[in-house]
């Protein structure tokens, strides 16, 4: 994958998902009932490593036209607030409009939730805010009555209660039957499988690229992607480096750079020990995948 492309394709799934389904957002994060994704704005802007999941425009009867900074998060994330301070601000210089930014918490995430960017001197004061929304919070028999009417389907593995067939599989097979959300199944299990086992699921399951709030996320034992992960540690460990230095590489990688394909992390694993700590400490100064296989090809014969 050439040049910026990678950036861009990791994040193509929320993207997707997040115009096509934008009004039910733009509901849920106004409170309105007619408020309306106007548009979702395409990568304008890479002011950091790290660019928004989505920048959706909204129309909002009350309000009028803002725009919603949207981050889905797996962790916490300490940096979030700054980053989202420093996006917010840029597109409301550039675009004139009110910013809201909005953070969605899939799981319960440990660690101190991050405050928001403030500051006061001589009498003035300076704040950035976030919505913070928590899906773990959120009761998985209210999304399943929502139905695919409402914007957190895709996540009920992740609410209270969710992580379950019964949950999970009606909306999956109503969602193969709509014209448009038939598309975005694979999304949705590539999500589910960190929580649940999905091996009822199989015949729903296509290629594409992992989503990346996912890179940092630990499955839930049991689970499809656990069950995945202890496949490849046995392998690994009798064939290759330690497992633990091929998931931290793994884990290194899709933070800085992007999610590596299954090319790459069978690459990964022909490493020696010492090439694989090498290239631990070179990633966070990587800007792209192809430089971790070039990397890779330089350093191996």
């Known amino acids: 994958m050439k040049d910026g ?71 916490v994330d300490p940096r979030i607030g700054k980053r989202l301070a420093e996006t917010a601000l840029h597109l409301h210089l550039v675009h004139d409009l009110p910013v809201l930014p909005v953070v969605i918490h899939l799981s319960r995430a440990g660690g101190k939730r991050p405050a928001p960017v403030a500051s006061s001197l001589l009498g003035k004061e300076m704040r950035f805010d976030f919505l ?61 499988r960190y929580m649940l086992d999905l091996s009822w699921a199989e015949g729903f399951t296509g290629g594409g690229g992992t989503m990346r709030w996912l890179a940092d996320l630990e499955p839930v034992e049991g689970s499809s992607e656990w069950q995945a992960r202890q496949a490849l540690a046995s392998k690994v460990l009798s064939e290759g480096i330690g497992a633990e230095l091929v998931m931290l590489l793994k884990r290194l990688i899709g933070r800085y750079v992007g999610i590596p394909g299954e090319h790459l992390q069978g690459r990964l694993t022909t490493l020696s020990r010492e090439q694989a700590e090498d290239l631990i400490e070179m990633v966070p100064s990587m800007n792209s995948l192809d430089e971790v296989e070039r990397w890779i090809d330089e350093h191996t014969v």
């Open 5 to 75: 492309r990678d950036y861009f394709d990791r994040d193509l799934g929320a993207k997707n998902f997040l115009t096509e389904h934008g009004d039910a957002f733009a509901r849920a994060f106004s409170g309105h009932p007619q408020a309306r994704a106007v548009e979702v704005l395409t990568r304008e802007l890479r002011l950091d490593r790290r660019t928004p999941d989505a920048v959706m425009r909204v129309h909002d009867p009350v309000i009028g036209e803002w725009l919603a900074v949207i981050e889905v998060q797996s962790r």
């Open 132 to 192: 913070v929304i928590d899906v773990w919070e959120m009761e998985a028999g209210h999304i399943l009555a929502e139905g695919l009417d409402g914007p957190w389907w895709p996540f009920i593995a992740f609410s209270n209660g969710g992580a379950c067939r019964e949950m999970v599989e009606p909306l999956i097979r109503e969602a193969m039957q709509h014209p448009v959300w038939k598309h975005h199944v694979n999304g949705c299990l590539k999500m589910s």
